[in-house]
């Protein structure tokens, strides 16, 4: 079993800047694909970023070019560093791991979930 836990939400304004933390514990993580996702209010939640073992990454259209998806293995730790934030950005964010050992943005391949973070982006 691996839990997780994620850390790093608040609120910001427009443009500004956050960094998401999750810390897996039960077990190393360092050979499962990590993601993260969000779900806005009254949305369904959707994929944003994730990496793979050997750091491959892939993200949504959404946030290329803002956000950016690293792991720290030695700490057992994926980040999410959000740059440009904007409005439509506000969402409960997830993080997600997955034995599989391929980048997907299906939420559906990820069998452990933390319990979220609220970011929360005024304009």
């Known amino acids: 079993q691996v839990q997780l836990v994620e850390s790093g939400g608040g609120l910001v304004q427009a443009g500004g800047s956050l960094r998401l933390s999750c810390g897996a514990s039960g077990r190393s993580i360092g050979s499962y694909v990590m993601g993260w996702f969000r779900r806005a209010p009254e949305k369904e939640r959707t994929f944003v970023a994730a990496i793979s073992g050997t750091g491959d990454t892939y993200a949504a259209e959404s946030v290329k070019g803002r956000f950016t998806i690293s792991r720290d293995n030695a700490k057992n730790t994926v980040y999410l560093q959000m740059n440009s934030l904007r409005p439509e950005d506000t969402a409960d964010y997830f993080c997600?791991?997955?034995?599989?050992?391929?980048?997907?943005?299906?939420?559906?391949?990820?069998?452990?979930w933390g319990q979220g973070t609220q970011v929360t982006v005024s304009s």
């Open positions: 997600a791991a997955t034995a599989r050992p391929k980048v997907t943005a299906l939420s559906s391949w990820y069998e452990y």
